[in-house]
């Protein structure tokens, strides 16, 4: 979906109350949003009861709605807020994301068994690698790499400088290309 469109189903929904427009807004923002909280609550059943709440909050703006630039980032801080908030009333004390594909594609039906099989190896060596990283790392990572947002709106979400981003991209790239390297050097 367009920025247009997303800022024409805002103001549909903030001044004239329009609920198939927040229908399609809720069902254009409810995957990403979904994966993002599973990644930092663990749990589906809070995840969904979070991004379910997140949206809902949408409609109660009203008219304030119409006021927010960044639709998309602004439910994403929402999101990860509401996570934060659940973990710190459960005493929880680490945030740690959940493993899902890092390749967006699938492998390729004209490939050799040998070339699947050692496509699975890397993304399974690629995943761990992820999962072995600090928790604030993996997030930065996942929000560059799987959200496809640059460091400024990664910043802005998280609170935290550029610099600090730009280290953690570097330390998880160098994790996953050590991991590679080793893993073709026992090949």
Same mark, same amino acid.
């Given at each position: 979906m367009?920025i247009?469109?997303?800022?024409?189903?805002q103001n549909?929904?903030?001044y004239?109350?329009?609920?198939?427009?927040y229908k399609?807004?809720?069902y254009h923002? %409810?995957t990403s949003?979904h994966?993002f909280?599973?990644s930092?609550?663990?749990?589906?059943?809070?995840a969904?009861?979070?991004?379910?709440?997140t949206?809902m909050?949408?409609?109660?703006?009203g008219?304030?709605?119409?006021q927010i630039?960044?639709?998309n980032? %602004?439910?994403l801080?929402?999101?990860k807020?509401?996570c934060?908030r659940?973990?710190?009333k459960k005493?929880?004390?680490t945030v740690?994301?959940?493993e899902?594909d890092?390749?967006?594609?699938?492998?390729d039906?004209?490939?050799?068994?040998?070339?699947?099989l050692m496509?699975?190896?890397?993304e399974?060596?690629?995943?761990?690698s992820i999962?072995?990283l600090?928790?604030q790392?993996r997030?930065?990572?996942?929000?560059?790499?799987?959200e496809s947002l640059s460091?400024?709106e990664?910043?802005?979400?998280?609170?935290i400088?550029?610099?600090?981003i730009?280290t953690?991209m570097?330390?998880?790239?160098?994790?996953?290309?050590l991991a590679?390297?080793h893993y073709?050097?026992?090949k």
């Amino acid at each position: 979906m367009l920025i247009k469109d997303i800022l024409l189903l805002q103001n549909r929904i903030a001044y004239l109350r329009d609920e198939q427009a927040y229908k399609q807004l809720f069902y254009h923002f %409810y995957t990403s949003l979904h994966r993002f909280a599973i990644s930092i609550v663990h749990h589906n059943e809070t995840a969904e009861e979070i991004v379910s709440d997140t949206m809902m909050n949408l409609w109660d703006l009203g008219t304030r709605l119409a006021q927010i630039e960044k639709l998309n980032l %602004y439910l994403l801080t929402s999101v990860k807020n509401a996570c934060l908030r659940h973990l710190s009333k459960k005493k929880l004390d680490t945030v740690q994301l959940s493993e899902h594909d890092f390749l967006a594609g699938k492998p390729d039906t004209h490939q050799t068994p040998e070339s699947q099989l050692m496509l699975s190896e890397i993304e399974k060596r690629i995943n761990e690698s992820i999962k072995d990283l600090p928790p604030q790392c993996r997030m930065v990572y996942r929000l560059i790499k799987d959200e496809s947002l640059s460091y400024k709106e990664v910043g802005g979400i998280l609170n935290i400088s550029q610099n600090t981003i730009e280290t953690h991209m570097r330390i998880a790239l160098r994790k996953i290309r050590l991991a590679l390297l080793h893993y073709l050097s026992e090949k």
